[in-house]
Antibody, heavy 122, light 108 residues
Framework: EVQLVESGGGLVKPGGSLRLSCAAS????????MIWVRQAPGKGLEWVGR??????????DYAAPVRGRFTISRNDSENTLYLQMNNLRTEDTAVYYC?????????????WGQGTLVTVSS | EVVLTQSPGTLSLSPGERATLSCRAS???????LIWFQQKPGQAPRLLIY???SRATGIPDRFSGSGSGTDFTLTISRLEPEDFAVYYC?????????FGPGTKVDIK
């Protein structure tokens, strides 16, 4: 069974830092492109960024609002995805989800974690 | 950067009615890269449609996707009570893989 479990959310002051983790199981993590998505309270989904698998270069892409402040990384030996968030702003308050789009042949299945809440407030 | 707009913002319908949701892109999007998600309150999104028209595993055939280029449509042929939710389109081709703002389908 595929599972994604986020952790590391909490309350942080503006300008502060936080690192989120996403523990993956039930699939070959090193083969997956991994994505972070967030959702501010009462708002829509916002793509944060993604990291490709190492065979595809392991490169990262970010949405403009977080570029230069957030860093996505992965530890394939520990099946864990990370989101390092620096210089946090009040507008970064959201539930953060990790998600894995997996392909079995031509069939796509998406898996999402339960989300972790980050609150940026003084 | 591709910007997605969805219309209408809210769709008020009764169970059994047909729902037609629109997703328009600011520039042409490959059909391979157009996705639809459903989200209910307090839950993570669920993949409905990928590749513009392929239903995800376990999705009932009352859901269908169509379109190409800049105009895509999600159709729910006959609304069931569990279909009242928010629907998002997304393009997951060239980064950034933005979502549309969503269409809320609520009970009339």
């Amino acid at each position: 069974e595929v599972q994604l479990v986020e952790s590391g959310g909490g309350l942080v002051k503006p300008g502060g830092s936080l690192r989120l983790s996403c523990a993956a199981s039930g699939f070959t993590f090193s083969n997956a492109w991994m994505i972070w998505v967030r959702q501010a309270p009462g708002k829509g989904l916002e793509w944060v960024g993604r990291i490709k698998r190492k065979v595809d270069g392991g490169t990262t892409d970010y949405a403009a609002p977080v570029r230069g402040r957030f860093t996505i990384s992965r530890n394939d030996s520990e099946n864990t995805l990370y989101l390092q968030m620096n210089n946090l702003r009040t507008e970064d308050t959201a539930v953060y989800y990790c998600t894995a789009p997996l392909w079995i042949g031509a069939v796509r299945r998406d898996y999402w974690g339960q989300g972790t809440l980050v609150t940026v407030s003084s | 950067e591709v910007v997605l707009t969805q219309s209408p913002g809210t769709l008020s319908l009764s169970p059994g009615e047909r729902a037609t949701l629109s997703c328009r892109a600011s520039q042409s999007v490959s059909s391979n890269d157009l996705i639809w998600f459903q989200q209910k309150p307090g839950q993570a999104p669920r993949l409905l449609i990928y590749g513009a028209s392929s239903r995800a595993t376990g999705i009932p055939d009352r859901f269908s996707g169509s379109g190409s280029g800049t105009d895509f449509t999600l159709t729910i042929s006959r609304l069931e009570p569990e279909d009242f939710a928010v629907y998002y389109c997304q393009q997951d081709g060239n980064s950034p893989n933005a979502f549309g703002p969503g269409t809320k389908v609520d009970i009339k």
